[in-house]
């Protein structure tokens, strides 16, 4: 239960109605107080405190107003009494709840296994789920080193079957495949004579490597390490129906441990942390690939384009004043209408002259698509 309370808080949460008032009774002292808590406790989590000071002294402040009973004696009320055993009893049977059983663990241990560990393996998360599915279950939840062994041995026997389905699922070459590839990455690995990667082998940690900057180098590499992993033959839809967190968490098992220690487990383990691995990292590796051919051309076009731009300012430093050109030509062409171009416009614009302003024009329209290619001859 968290520590801090607002005032509607405590009001709408441990305020008590006329009928729960009548369960208070005609106690006294510290029995009416310790009880009053341990009921208002009880309806909001579904279950019991753990000690007595897990109650915030905001929350039994409240509760012993409306009781009218000093907040202080609720250290005197007894944690370990009869009376502590028969308040509990009475407050279950009238929220209808009863104590947990063997058999109510193997039925949430049942429940984690099909309906909540194929997407979630956050221990946290998983307390809190338990404890929801007791209280739905109206069941009071056993002690926190329980809880923590009824969700341990959920995960490990839902890993067991997911295991061991994984296996089943895995074609006999890819498990050939798999093995012959962790048997040379070992053997690269811990023999220093033995094959280098110049040799098409690629070592573990390489296949766990980022791609480093972009460039061919880098594309290559990728593609080098795609193409070993897709010689796996692993099933397009190993997977499909795994969330990735749960994935990601074996993945990260698999490159964490000690590959030596990883070749020892048994085969549904071995084969399953191997495909998840390989199977998520194909993903990210052909990820990494769009992402480095992407930054690869944005870096090509860049360049071209500084290239293109400063041979166009170069052409157009060639030709200078060109809007006098422009108006000279002009002038004479209206001054001399029926004149011939080579009396008329060349004494006042040569031949060359004409030549480069075409070629700026002609630069413009085939080197920057979608700009004016006049925006530039007055200037």
């Given at each position: 239960?968290?520590?801090?309370?607002?005032?509607?808080?405590?009001?709408?949460?441990?305020?008590f109605?006329?009928?729960?008032?009548q369960q208070?009774?005609n106690?006294?002292?510290?029995t009416?107080l310790?009880f009053?808590?341990l009921?208002?406790?009880?309806?909001?989590?579904?279950?019991?405190?753990f000690?007595?000071?897990?109650?915030?002294?905001?929350?039994?402040?409240?509760?012993?107003?409306?009781?009218?009973?000093p907040?202080?004696?609720?250290?005197?009320?007894?944690?370990?009494?009869?009376?502590?055993?028969?308040h509990?009893t009475?407050?279950?049977e009238?929220?209808?709840?009863?104590?947990?059983?063997?058999?109510?663990?193997?039925?949430?241990?049942?429940?984690?296994c099909?309906?909540?560990?194929?997407?979630?393996?956050?221990f946290?998360?998983l307390?809190?789920?338990?404890?929801?599915?007791?209280?739905e279950?109206?069941?009071?939840?056993?002690?926190?080193?329980?809880?923590?062994?009824?969700?341990?041995?959920a995960?490990?026997?839902?890993?067991?079957?997911f295991?061991?389905?994984?296996?089943?699922?895995?074609?006999?070459?890819?498990?050939?495949?798999l093995?012959?590839?962790?048997d040379?990455?070992?053997?690269?690995?811990?023999?220093?004579?033995?094959?280098?990667?110049?040799?098409?082998?690629?070592?573990?940690?390489?296949?766990?490597?980022?791609?480093?900057?972009p460039?061919?180098?880098?594309?290559?590499?990728?593609?080098?390490k795609?193409r070993?992993?897709?010689?796996?033959?692993?099933?397009d839809?190993?997977?499909?129906?795994?969330?990735?967190?749960?994935?990601?968490?074996?993945?990260?098992?698999?490159?964490?441990?000690?590959?030596?220690e990883?070749?020892?487990?048994?085969?549904?383990?071995?084969?399953?942390l191997?495909?998840?691995?390989?199977?998520?990292?194909?993903?990210?590796?052909?990820?990494?690939?769009?992402?480095?051919?992407?930054?690869?051309?944005?870096?090509?076009?860049?360049?071209?384009?500084?290239?293109?731009e400063?041979?166009?300012?170069?052409?157009?430093?060639?030709?200078?004043?060109?809007?006098?050109?422009l108006f000279?030509?002009?002038?004479?062409?209206?001054?001399?209408p029926?004149?011939?171009?080579?009396?008329?416009?060349?004494p006042?614009?040569?031949?060359?002259t004409?030549?480069?302003?075409?070629?700026?024009?002609?630069?413009?329209?085939?080197?920057?698509p979608?700009?004016?290619?006049?925006?530039?001859?007055?200037?």
């Amino acid at each position: 239960m968290k520590r801090n309370w607002e005032l509607e808080e405590l009001i709408e949460h441990f305020t008590f109605l006329p009928n729960e008032m009548q369960q208070v009774g005609n106690k006294s002292g510290e029995t009416r107080l310790g009880f009053a808590v341990l009921f208002k406790f009880f309806q909001y989590e579904a279950r019991f405190p753990f000690y007595k000071f897990e109650v915030p002294k905001a929350v039994i402040q409240n509760i012993a107003k409306q009781i009218e009973a000093p907040a202080e004696l609720y250290s005197q009320y007894d944690w370990a009494g009869r009376s502590i055993t028969y308040h509990r009893t009475q407050i279950r049977e009238f929220f209808g709840f009863r104590e947990d059983t063997i058999n109510d663990a193997e039925e949430v241990i049942d429940w984690l296994c099909k309906s909540v560990l194929f997407q979630d393996h956050d221990f946290e998360h998983l307390v809190e789920t338990v404890y929801r599915r007791f209280r739905e279950m109206k069941v009071v939840p056993p002690t926190p080193d329980r809880i923590e062994r009824l969700i341990r041995t959920a995960i490990r026997t839902y890993e067991e079957q997911f295991f061991q389905a994984t296996l089943e699922k895995l074609p006999m070459a890819s498990l050939s495949k798999l093995d012959s590839l962790v048997d040379s990455i070992a053997f690269l690995d811990e023999d220093q004579g033995g094959p280098s990667s110049d040799e098409g082998l690629l070592s573990f940690q390489e296949l766990k490597a980022d791609p480093g900057k972009p460039g061919v180098e880098s594309v290559l590499r990728e593609a080098s390490k795609l193409r070993t992993i897709r010689n796996l033959e692993l099933p397009d839809d190993l997977f499909r129906d795994i969330p990735l967190k749960v994935l990601t968490k074996y993945r990260q098992r698999t490159a964490t441990e000690d590959l030596r220690e990883l070749r020892r487990h048994p085969d549904p383990i071995r084969y399953t942390l191997l495909a998840a691995f390989f199977w998520l990292r194909s993903m990210e590796i052909t990820d990494n690939l769009i992402e480095l051919l992407i930054q690869i051309v944005h870096r090509i076009g860049v360049r071209a384009e500084c290239k293109v731009e400063k041979e166009i300012l170069n052409d157009l430093r060639k030709v200078s004043n060109k809007y006098g050109i422009l108006f000279n030509m002009a002038q004479s062409a209206v001054n001399n209408p029926d004149g011939i171009i080579r009396d008329v416009i060349f004494p006042v614009v040569n031949e060359q002259t004409l030549r480069d302003l075409i070629k700026v024009i002609q630069t413009h329209r085939s080197g920057l698509p979608g700009e004016n290619p006049y925006h530039y001859i007055g200037q």
